[in-house]
């Protein structure tokens, strides 16, 4: 199974998590960065996301290539908030493919 995951930036808040499911799992992250300012004011860092294909910033043509891989789960953190989440969200929907979303509060 294909599990693509798309957030704002590289969290620890799911990192291990994504990590421990791409150990059975294909698993894709696109991130818009990979980590705010704000956060790396808090002295995060790149966590580890394992065997995780990982994409920071991408083109619109290649969102549009990961929405249309076959079979693939989509999960979705931050749709109302961050600009590629909202983008590829309205893609997928449009697209008909399988999703999710991850709800948590800001802080």
């Given at each position: 199974m294909i599990f693509i995951f798309w957030q704002n930036m590289l969290s620890i808040h799911q990192s291990s998590f994504i990590r421990s499911l791409a150990?059975?799992?294909?698993?894709?992250?696109?991130?818009?960065?990979?980590?705010e300012e704000?956060?790396?004011g808090d002295k995060w860092d790149v966590p580890n996301f394992g065997?995780?294909?990982?994409?920071?910033?991408?083109?619109?043509?290649?969102i549009?290539?990961?929405?249309?891989?076959?079979?693939?789960?989509?999960v979705f953190s931050g749709v109302a908030s961050y600009r590629l989440v909202h983008t590829a969200f309205k893609l997928a929907v449009k697209k008909g493919v399988k999703l999710g979303l991850i709800s948590e509060p800001y802080d």
């Open positions: 150990e059975v799992h294909q698993v894709i992250l696109i991130v818009e960065e990979q980590i704000r956060r790396k065997k995780t294909k990982i994409y920071v910033s991408p083109s619109l043509d290649t549009k290539d990961i929405i249309s891989i076959p079979s693939a789960i989509h």
